[in-house]
């Protein structure tokens, strides 16, 4: 017998060796590539299991089961999204129009003019547009105007720094109650709610006395908001105001020459593939205070955008920089029992030494971030008489599902 016949066994299992390590390296570079399709939800998220991705489904369905039965408000939809895929989704059908059906009837603070967009009792408009998917964000627009400040100041279309004054964008001669404590308002105030403007939106929005309810109901917002007098120094106290959040759609025209929606869906929207409407005011300025509509599956987009610190699909759509300062805590902004911190237009709940990232906006608008854990939560809801949705019993209730996995506390 030759030895080249001897050999072939050899031979054989080298090849074979050979072929195997070429299958797994496919194999290998194919998981690859589908994790990159996972991790950007562009064209939508993928979907998995809470199991899949180290939840304890239990716990959801725990949760869950209390959403449906009122426990925690009216409830609209619960979503959960980690590793990049959305894991578990539910919706509360509620019918708005018996549920609110007397006081749409009456005249009020949040139905001042009868019909149309700031009417929260008609359901052309409320809670969802016009029979679409997309829900009424309410204040959440508020930290999607700082997403879009962060988008200009990166790209160097907004020029102006965070400590020029607020009356700078204005005629002073124009504006009331104007003192050196108003002069003295910078950018940075409004983007952390520490204006020190007199503002009253600690009552419920249906009371008469709320600043928020008696802007909405005049014409000219911009000016009824500069126009309030002063009550504190500046940056000195957490007062929240939904109108120094107007203000900025108003800066922001006069900065860049850009309507900040247009802008919003050219440099954040598109790219990142959100489908949104924004409401406009009486005057035609964007709301930037309230008037956003997203689907919760888009709204979670924004969280992703800042747990991968403002990377999208490789590109830097907003700055790292400009993430991280937003998500300082730079002022105390606690309610009853619930220890906030407050930064550029985000709640931060501590959770041991960290935060949760929040979003929140009335009648139980709520994106959670839980950014070591790689997991996002959104609600939606519309709760709008009471509006006393939870976010730390949310969160407690969050925690117990998290367990250990792979994917956790990376990008």
């Not at 959960?80 to 009837?105: K, L, M, N, S, T």
């Not at 911190?341 to 608008?365: D, H, I, N, S, T």
Request: charged share 25%; proline share 5%; aromatic share 14%.
């Amino acid at each position: 017998m030759s030895s080249s016949v001897r050999l072939l066994p050899f031979r054989v299992l080298r090849l074979i060796f050979c072929i195997s390590l070429l299958l797994t390296a496919l194999a290998f570079a194919q998981n690859t590539a589908t994790r990159a399709s996972v991790l950007w939800p562009t064209k939508g998220w993928m979907k998995g299991t809470p199991a899949s991705v180290g939840l304890d489904e239990k716990v959801l369905l725990s949760l869950d089961k209390d959403l449906a039965s009122g426990k925690y408000m009216l409830i609209d939809s619960f979503h959960v999204f980690r590793c990049g895929e959305e894991v578990f989704a539910r919706a509360y059908p509620h019918d708005y129009g018996q549920i609110y059906g007397q006081a749409a009837r009456r005249k009020g603070p949040l139905n001042a003019r009868l019909t149309g967009p700031y009417n929260y009792f008609d359901p052309y408009w409320h809670p969802f547009y016009h029979g679409t998917d997309m829900h009424s964000m309410q204040s959440v627009s508020k930290t999607v105007t700082s997403v879009i400040y962060g988008i200009a100041i990166t790209r160097g279309d907004f020029k102006a720094g965070l400590d020029t004054p607020v009356l700078k964008f204005f005629d002073e001669a124009k504006v009331k109650n104007v003192d050196e404590r108003k002069r003295r308002m910078t950018l940075k105030n409004v983007l952390t709610m520490t204006t020190g403007l007199e503002w009253n939106e600690e009552v419920p929005y249906d009371d008469p006395r709320s600043d928020s309810s008696l802007m909405e109901a005049t014409d000219d917002w911009v000016q009824y908001v500069i126009d309030k007098p002063m009550a504190a120094e500046p940056g000195k106290v957490f007062n929240y105001s939904s109108g120094a959040t107007e203000l900025l759609a108003y800066i922001f025209q006069k900065e860049t020459g850009q309507d900040i929606d247009d802008y919003g869906d050219k440099y954040l929207f598109t790219p990142l593939g959100i489908k949104h409407h924004w409401k406009r005011t009486y005057l035609g300025l964007v709301d930037t205070e309230g008037g956003l509509y997203l689907s919760a599956e888009d709204l979670a987009k924004i969280g992703y955008l800042y747990l991968h610190e403002g990377m999208w699909e490789g590109k830097q759509v907003v700055s790292k920089e400009w993430v991280k300062e937003s998500l300082t805590p730079y002022i105390d902004a606690s309610e009853g029992n619930e220890a906030f911190k407050y930064g550029f237009k985000w709640w931060l709940y501590p959770v041991g030494e960290k935060f949760v990232w929040m979003a929140r906006g009335f009648g139980g608008q709520r994106l959670m971030i839980f950014p070591d854990q790689n997991l996002i939560a959104v609600f939606t809801g519309w709760e709008i008489i009471k509006d006393d949705a939870p976010a730390g019993e949310l969160v407690k209730r969050l925690l117990p599902a998290l367990k250990p996995t792979e994917c956790a506390g990376s990008n």
